[in-house]
């Protein structure tokens, strides 16, 4: 019988110690798997969705709450700014382009931007089915929304009064339906969950499409800038405005890394103290296992086997307790990760794949591992060094 099947053999024959000690590591392995798949996932789509605006502008209030509502479509708007500030803003010579937003309606959960085609140009979007929107009252569905909704070019929809935050029994613009014009491809990015229209859809909804220039507003601007040197010179400029604020979508999505990323290296610290905790749990049980079966040991000296033998055998039921436990951590992780993913696309707030497969998972294995044969090398050791004769001599 070779070293595996023996080892096998004794795990086979204490199912509810091995079981326990199997559990408890791929509960770390899992909790530090979906941390890890979950933040970068997050990370990587935040980065894509921020990706070329280099500021936005908006009412006075939290820069991050305008940075997460204009850009991340996450918050509520701190509030709307004028249209003749916003115009004279784009003007300005620091700033190369100006995207419009309104905001204020949703459908089935997924807000409805008012904007230029400029926005989905940004993100290289690119037409699934119909054509861009040609005027007020048209709308373009992302590939989510339209997923979703089930809907195609030719449908109707009616707005909703609000984000998409509500528990329901939202106001429907009823007087007010906009005809689907087309259907974004998947992207990859923010345009997936949105409804895209003409700015002057939201203003004709909301009662202000007829009303002078001075009485229109726009929820933000994001911008982009002419130079470098306007990193360093239009914030302060925007700010000293009492009407208006500037949010870098950089910094905003640094420090809200920085806060939340707190809160994942306490979580993280958890899962490896779980796997510590598993480490110290096999190291008993082998330390256990080894003084029940210390005759059993001994016979197999007597009958040819080296000490060496004897050292692999406690050294491999310890490896094979903790590739038993990696394995079934890193499948709850990827399934807890997906089961997470399902949840927050059900609340339009985008996806996780259980699929997505890091590098750096490899350290977790390695790591699992290392425990397993960290706690295996002292039983294996006295293991090895086990008295024949004195064993026998115990009777």
Same mark, same amino acid.
Request: aromatic share 6%; charged share 15%.
């Given at each position: 019988?070779?070293?595996?099947?023996?080892?096998?053999?004794?795990?086979?024959?204490?199912?509810?110690?091995?079981? =326990?000690?199997?559990?408890? *590591?791929?509960?770390?392995?899992?909790?530090?798997?979906?941390?890890?798949?979950?933040?970068? $996932?997050?990370? $990587?789509?935040?980065?894509?969705?921020?990706?070329?605006?280099?500021?936005?502008?908006?009412?006075?209030?939290?820069?991050? $709450?305008?940075?997460?509502?204009?850009?991340?479509?996450?918050?509520?708007?701190?509030?709307?700014?004028?249209?003749?500030?916003?115009?004279?803003?784009?003007?300005?010579?620091?700033?190369?382009?100006?995207?419009?937003?309104?905001?204020?309606?949703?459908?089935?959960?997924?807000?409805?931007?008012?904007?230029?085609?400029?926005?989905?140009?940004?993100?290289? @979007?690119?037409?699934?089915?119909?054509?861009?929107?040609?005027?007020?009252?048209?709308?373009?569905?992302?590939?989510?929304?339209?997923?979703?909704?089930?809907?195609?070019?030719?449908?109707?929809?009616?707005?909703?009064?609000?984000? #998409?935050?509500?528990?329901?029994?939202?106001?429907?613009?009823?007087?007010?339906?906009?005809?689907?014009?087309?259907?974004?491809?998947?992207?990859?990015?923010?345009?997936?969950?949105?409804?895209?229209?003409?700015?002057?859809?939201?203003?004709?909804?909301? #009662?202000?499409?007829?009303?002078?220039?001075?009485?229109?507003?726009?929820?933000?601007?994001?911008?982009?800038?002419?130079?470098?040197?306007?990193?360093?010179?239009?914030?302060?400029?925007?700010?000293?405005?009492?009407?208006?604020?500037?949010?870098?979508?950089?910094?905003?999505?640094?420090?809200?890394?920085?806060?939340?990323?707190?809160?994942?290296?306490?979580? $993280?610290?958890?899962?490896?103290?779980?796997?510590?905790?598993?480490?110290?749990?096999?190291?008993? @049980?082998?330390?256990?296992? =080894?003084?029940?079966?210390?005759?059993?040991?001994?016979?197999?000296?007597? *009958?040819? @086997?080296?000490?060496?033998?004897?050292?692999?055998?406690?050294? *491999?039921?310890?490896?094979?307790? @903790?590739?038993?436990?990696?394995?079934?951590?890193?499948?709850?992780?990827?399934?807890?990760?997906?089961?997470?993913?399902?949840?927050?696309?059900?609340?339009?707030?985008?996806?996780?794949?259980?699929?997505?497969?890091?590098?750096?998972?490899?350290?977790?294995?390695?790591?699992?591992?290392?425990? #397993? *044969?960290?706690?295996?090398?002292?039983?294996?050791?006295?293991?090895?060094?086990?008295?024949?004769?004195?064993?026998?001599?115990?009777?």
């Amino acid at each position: 019988m070779n070293l595996a099947a023996m080892s096998f053999a004794y795990l086979r024959a204490r199912p509810l110690g091995a079981a =326990l000690n199997v559990l408890l *590591l791929a509960l770390g392995v899992a909790t530090i798997t979906v941390l890890l798949l979950a933040s970068r $996932q997050l990370e $990587q789509r935040m980065h894509g969705d921020a990706r070329g605006i280099d500021l936005v502008v908006g009412a006075k209030g939290s820069p991050m $709450q305008l940075v997460l509502s204009a850009v991340f479509h996450i918050d509520v708007p701190p509030g709307n700014i004028s249209v003749p500030e916003a115009k004279k803003l784009a003007a300005h010579r620091s700033v190369k382009q100006a995207i419009p937003m309104a905001l204020g309606d949703s459908y089935q959960g997924f807000r409805i931007v008012g904007t230029t085609h400029d926005y989905p140009a940004h993100y290289g @979007a690119k037409l699934g089915a119909g054509r861009l929107w040609g005027g007020p009252m048209e709308a373009v569905l992302g590939a989510e929304v339209a997923r979703a909704s089930r809907l195609a070019p030719g449908a109707r929809i009616v707005g909703a009064h609000g984000l #998409g935050g509500g528990a329901g029994g939202e106001h429907l613009h009823d007087e007010a339906p906009y005809e689907v014009v087309g259907v974004m491809a998947p992207t990859g990015t923010v345009i997936d969950r949105l409804v895209l229209t003409a700015v002057e859809s939201v203003w004709e909804v909301h #009662g202000t499409g007829g009303e002078p220039e001075e009485y229109q507003e726009f929820t933000a601007l994001l911008l982009r800038y002419a130079s470098p040197l306007a990193a360093a010179t239009l914030p302060r400029q925007v700010n000293a405005n009492p009407h208006l604020q500037a949010g870098s979508p950089a910094y905003e999505s640094a420090r809200l890394f920085s806060m939340v990323g707190a809160g994942v290296e306490v979580l $993280q610290g958890f899962g490896v103290a779980l796997m510590l905790a598993a480490g110290l749990s096999v190291f008993i @049980a082998l330390t256990n296992a =080894l003084e029940e079966r210390r005759r059993d040991l001994a016979v197999m000296r007597m *009958l040819g @086997a080296g000490r060496g033998k004897l050292f692999g055998l406690l050294v *491999l039921e310890g490896v094979l307790l @903790a590739s038993m436990g990696v394995a079934l951590g890193l499948a709850l992780g990827h399934v807890a990760t997906a089961a997470t993913g399902a949840l927050l696309e059900a609340r339009q707030q985008g996806a996780l794949s259980g699929l997505f497969w890091l590098a750096e998972e490899w350290w977790i294995v390695g790591g699992a591992l290392l425990v #397993g *044969l960290a706690a295996a090398l002292a039983p294996g050791w006295r293991a090895y060094r086990t008295d024949l004769a004195g064993v026998l001599a115990e009777g």
